[in-house]
């Protein structure tokens, strides 16, 4: 490992086996093909995903973080997750999920840790996976994504996760999805370039407006892939609140909840971190590699924050220092 960087990677992806083995029978929504080089090919509308080595295979991947210097990965479930299954499917692969997962952080103390899958197609299921993912498991938060076919996140049935997560201080993962409608987002894969960082910015909007974020203070959110447009937008969202009457409901500025939100870094532009950091402050950014996604790069996870123009002090902050007093490790 390099002795120089002790980072800590937030936004990366694993399927565990008990996972893709119940995928393999056939009877879900998601489908689960191999290609010629015997890497899954998983497909749900709008998008797929090639699951490589590293998505399943725990030990190829340990090599991997050794090598670039990654001490610690949180290990999440990626789209299309459980919510796209039939109600009892979907409780039943989050159950399995968060099972292999427990075990893995159970076999690599200190190297990986956890967040819940959650059946989000019913919300108090949810609520109560999440409990038992922290309170049993010892997982340390959840995922939950942009839409659930289609349904808000600021649909009053999801409170119940909300309130559930502050009650355990676990942070939730916003990772994005397709968004609905699909249809501009189904061709030139445009869902996973485009479609997945305008929903980020959507979904965290409106729980600001919908005066979700007011009824539940102190809910710990992430917002993958540098919080999408969020932190070049706030600005408009501020001058819309100032004008518009119907968003008068909420307790402050929408700048002021975008700023309590952690980010992770992975939008691999330099530039770009440095305005997000800049705008977000030094306590807010979060290292991620997206890895093993065909987009995500685990060496530029660690490069992007050896070179943003900051301190050292910053520095340490966001490789682990921010991500340890979040999940408390």
């Known amino acids: 490992m390099n002795n120089k960087t002790k980072a800590i990677d937030v936004h990366n992806h694993f399927y565990p086996p008990s996972y893709l083995e119940e995928l393999k029978k056939g009877k879900y929504v998601a489908k689960l093909t191999e290609d010629e080089d015997n890497n899954y090919i998983l497909a749900y509308e709008g998008d797929y995903n090639v699951i490589v080595p590293g998505h399943r295979d725990i030990e190829y991947r340990l090599e991997l973080l050794d090598k670039v210097g990654i001490q610690t990965q949180i290990l999440s479930l990626t789209t299309p997750g459980a919510h796209i299954e039939e109600r009892d499917k979907g409780i039943y692969l989050a159950k399995i999920t968060n099972d292999d997962f427990a075990e893995i952080t159970q076999k690599y103390p200190g190297r990986f840790y956890g967040l819940a899958a959650l059946p989000l197609q019913d919300p108090e299921e949810s609520a109560k996976e999440l409990e038992r993912a922290v309170k049993e498991l010892g997982l340390i938060g959840g995922t939950i994504f942009t839409n659930v076919e289609g349904k808000n996140l600021d649909d009053p049935s999801f409170l119940c996760i909300y309130e559930t997560a502050r009650e355990l201080d676990v942070p939730l993962f916003i990772h994005p999805t397709t968004p609905t409608p699909s249809d501009n987002f189904l061709d ?21 407006f919908s005066g979700i974020l007011d009824k539940v203070p102190g809910l710990k959110l992430i917002a993958s892939h540098l919080g999408g447009c969020l932190p070049y937008l706030a600005e408009r969202l501020d001058r819309c609140h100032a004008a518009f009457p119907e968003l008068k409901n909420i307790e402050r500025k929408p700048s002021d909840y975008i700023k309590d939100v952690y980010i992770d870094c992975v939008s691999f532009e330099p530039k770009a971190v440095e305005f997000a950091l800049s705008y977000m402050g030094d306590k807010r950014l979060l290292v991620g590699s997206d890895y093993p996604h065909q987009i995500g790069d685990i060496e530029k996870a660690v490069d992007i924050v050896n070179q943003i123009d900051v301190s050292e002090e910053q520095r340490e902050l966001i490789f682990h220092k921010n991500a340890e007093e979040l999940f408390k490790l």
């Open 188 to 208: 030139y894969r445009l869902a996973a370039s485009l479609g997945f960082t305008f929903d980020t910015t959507l979904v965290v909007s409106r729980l600001i």
